[in-house]
């Protein structure tokens, strides 16, 4: 295999959700720190991340909200399904992070979780609220969009 190729991802979850109610500016990739029932139960896909959100305490990232359901064979050994979980990122992007959710107030959310070469990694973006008109707008776009497909589909 070339090394110009692309890692495989194999994406477990994603936040539909995320780009309807916000306006993604950037986006991150994270690690995770995970135990191993929680990576078990990602690999069956049991991740809910609609209600997650990341933010910086003391120097580090943290990611609460995004619920991991229990996985049914490790029986004793089990997690908790909403439990904080740290993110792994470089010091220089948790300070810009920081100051970009603390001056600006945008907001960091879960966009979407896969597998890298193995590892779990979550996407998290820089977002601010979309408005009313905005969500209109998106939706104006989207349909005129989907008419000229239909009229390039039915003029062939």
Known sequence: MPKTAEPILKVVATNRKATHEFEVHERHEAGIVLVGSEVKSLRDAKVTL???????????????????NEYPWANRFNHETKRKRKLLLKKDEIRKLADKTKLRGYTLIPLSVYFKKGKVKIELGLVSHKK???????????????EMDRAKKAGR
Request: glycine residues 8%; charged residues 45%.
């Open 50 to 68: 609609t209600d997650g959100w990341a933010h910086i305490e003391r120097g580090e990232a943290w990611l609460e909200g995004m619920s991991i």
């Open 132 to 146: 009313q008109h905005d969500k209109r707008e998106d939706k104006k776009l989207a349909d005129a969009k989907r």
